[in-house]
T-cell receptor, first 113, second 111 residues
């Protein structure tokens, strides 16, 4: 069966510090991978998605970047965090184009102070 | 661009039926999904509609009208555990890989 892992679960970082959030998927090959951010009480905002190793599509210009160094690994990074980067970050995967269901990881709650 | 509208809050009685509506505007439409999210948790998939009509999965049903750019999620025989946020999401046709979520509807089930 497939599983998706995210870490850390919670993170408190000062403004201007770097960020690295990791997501890994097990039990599937060549998944589509996604990073979303959810502000408190709000919907999910698509940040990045990837259809393969090294292929990253960015949805909104921002202070963040993403990388996919391996088939089942997706990393969200920032060189200098802003207060507005606080939120709940969710990684998700989906099978090939014929599938519609996304599977979400447990999320990382980031607080920037 | 894409925009999706849902009611922000709905309250219903245990055992009753509730309908959560979603209207969308998108440059390319592939299908409409519904997700459930409990407080502090990850969203979980409920249903997907690509064609007009009703899809039924147990106590949950989802409806789509492509001509009206409208869909709804119907929850029957409400249980206390159904208290959660519900999101509709549009699958973008241009790439088939992007999903855009509504702002969510917070459902509270009361005894």
């Amino acid at each position: 069966s497939q599983t998706i892992h995210q870490w850390p679960a919670t993170l408190v970082q000062p403004v201007g510090s770097p960020l690295s959030l990791e997501c890994t998927v097990e039990g599937t090959s060549n998944p589509n991978l996604y990073w979303y951010r959810q502000a408190a009480g709000r919907g999910l905002q698509l940040l990045f998605y990837s259809v393969g190793i090294g292929q990253i599509s960015s949805e909104v210009p921002q202070n963040l970047s993403a990388s996919r160094p391996q088939d089942r690994q997706f990393i969200l990074s920032s060189k200098k965090l802003l207060l507005s980067d606080s939120g709940f970050y969710l990684c998700a995967w989906k099978g090939s184009s014929s599938y519609n269901e996304q599977f979400f990881g447990p999320g990382t709650r980031l607080t920037v102070l | 661009g894409q925009s999706l509208e849902q009611p922000s809050e709905v309250t219903a009685v245990e055992g009753a039926i509730v309908q959560i509506n979603c209207t969308y505007q998108t440059s390319g439409f592939y299908g409409l999904s519904w997700y459930q999210q409990h407080d502090g948790g990850a969203p979980t998939f409920l249903s997907y509609n690509a064609l007009d009509g009703l899809e039924e999965t147990g106590r949950f049903s989802s409806f789509l009208s492509r001509s009206d750019s409208y869909g709804y999620l119907l929850l029957q025989e409400l249980q206390m555990k159904d208290s959660a946020s519900y999101f509709c999401a549009v699958r973008d046709r241009n790439t088939g890989n992007q999903f855009y979520f509504g702002t969510g509807t917070s459902l509270t089930v009361i005894p």
